[in-house]
């Protein structure tokens, strides 16, 4: 097996601000239903210097953010701002170091 810094990447670097924090994701991988094909979110890796602060990793399921496929990049980073909101709300700190951080968002609060 190799690692983590020899694997493909599954999607380039892209930028997203959250709270004041300027912050690199990338996609990891998709996440299907447990025994159908059927595509339910999808798995994304969020820092502020890869490599050099705490990675969060995100699982998204779609239907906790009320869409049922990848969005439009617009509407992709709104939901990626909210499940970044809640990874710092359940203890994520972007500027730390260490082991990831796994989190999955719960629906966001009306």
């Known amino acids: 097996m190799e690692s983590g810094k020899r694997q493909k990447r599954v999607s380039e670097p892209n930028p997203i601000s959250v709270d004041g924090y300027d912050m690199i994701w990338e996609k990891r991988h998709p996440i299907f239903l447990d025994w159908r094909k ?34 439009n990049p617009d509407r992709w980073n709104q939901v990626l701002a909210l499940a970044v909101r809640s990874a710092i709300g359940a203890g994520w700190d972007p500027e730390s170091r260490g082991a990831a951080f796994r989190h999955t968002p719960a629906p966001p609060e009306a």
């Open 38 to 71: 059927e595509l339910k979110g999808v798995s994304v890796s969020v820092w502020i210097r890869p490599g050099k602060t705490k990675e969060l990793i995100l699982d998204v399921h779609f239907s906790t953010f009320g869409v049922d496929r990848m969005p």
